[in-house]
Structures are given as C-alpha cells and as structure tokens.
C-alpha cells in the first residue's frame, strides 16, 4: 500500500472509531484525492476547528466552491455540527474526515462522480 491508502485507512477509523459511522471507501477515496497534496502536509492535514479563519476557509473553500453551495447559516451549523461530531476534544481533526462528513451531510457526493 501507499501512503495514500494508509491515510485514507487512518481517515476511515477516525470516521468509525471516532465520529460513529461506517465510510463508504469509494467516497472517502475521492475526497482524500480531492484534497491534493494537503493530505501530506502536516498542517494542511487537519483542521483548526478553533480559528475562525479556518473554518472560514472549510466553507468558502470547500462547501462553497467544491460543493456549489450557497453561503447561508446552514453552512456553519453544518461545519459546527461536523466538528461536535469528530469531538471537539479531538486535537487531530482531519481535512479529508472533515470534508467527508460535510459531504455526506449536504448530500452533495455527485460533486465527486
């Protein structure tokens, strides 16, 4: 295996053991794609659930570019739901994790076809 599948392993226990679902792999695998080279970089892997600027940039980024979804307060509550969910405790909260979730939320995994 590479060390692409061995994140994308990594992503799929965190989703288990930590956020209480089982990960449909084929999603996942195109989500940790979509994240590029990010996924390698110790940084950009995760997310700073606690600077707004981060999570500014999961939404404008991600939820609005990536997903074509239009700026509103659901877009918060999702990203806030998302991360209670993964623990907010949780120091390590992965991009591709956090991106999966978001997903699967807003239904949008035809953004990934």
Known sequence: MGKRDDLIAMY???LRTKCGMEPDMDLL???TIGCGPAIYDADASTVAASQPGEIETVKKNFLMKKLGLADSPDLDAAIKSVMETYGMS??????AVVYYMLT???RKES???
């Open 12 to 14: 799929a226990n965190d």
């Open 29 to 31: 695998t195109k989500v």
């Open 111 to 113: 953004a990934f076809a």
């Open 90 to 95: 949780e120091r390590n909260k992965y991009r």
């Open 104 to 106: 699967k939320h807003f």
